[in-house]
């Protein structure tokens, strides 16, 4: 007798009662299965979605935001407050607090070279942003190394300045 022939056997001997309890656990326990199988992924795949929509809605406002600032930029001339490029260097590092660990400032005609031994790497990163948005001074180069104190490092940069359109 084949596994097939023993089966229908097996399920004529058994009650409508039972036949039905039988059906219903099949039922229940395929469903639980597809549950699992299918519904539990997407639904872990559409609040995954869900998610990254809305971070990507608020990098949208970021871009939008950026952009009319680029565009409100190009429409008002900016000139830098300071010609020489020493003094503009020295005025936005008295101005962000940072005249004290200014080490040395080497400008030529087109750059100017700034050196802080030991500063605070976010105090650092607003006098670049400072010397960028009021002198119209921008980093070509810089290095930046760690130093013992957390939050701080050793800071060189070469500031330049474009040409006047």
Not at 50 to 57: D, S
Not at 82 to 97: M, Q
């Amino acid at each position: 007798m084949s596994a097939r022939e023993s089966w229908l056997a097996a399920w004529q001997r058994r009650s409508p009662r039972e036949r039905a309890l039988i059906a219903l656990a099949a039922v229940v326990v395929a469903g639980t299965a597809g549950y699992a199988a299918l519904y539990l992924p997407l639904a872990r795949g559409l609040d995954a979605g869900e998610r990254a929509a809305t971070r990507a809605r608020a990098e949208v406002l970021v871009a939008r935001r950026l952009a009319d600032e680029v565009a409100g930029l190009a429409r008002e001339p900016h000139r830098a407050q300071t010609a020489d490029l020493r003094a503009a260097v020295a005025r936005v590092a008295a101005g962000s607090g940072l005249r004290d660990a200014l080490t040395a400032i080497d400008a030529s005609e087109a750059s100017v070279r700034v050196t802080f031994a030991d500063v605070r790497l976010d105090a650092f990163a607003a006098f670049v942003e400072t010397a960028g948005r009021e002198e119209l001074l921008f980093p070509s180069e810089m290095l930046l190394a760690a130093r013992v104190t957390p939050g701080r490092v050793r800071a060189e940069t070469t500031l330049v300045r474009p040409p006047a359109p």
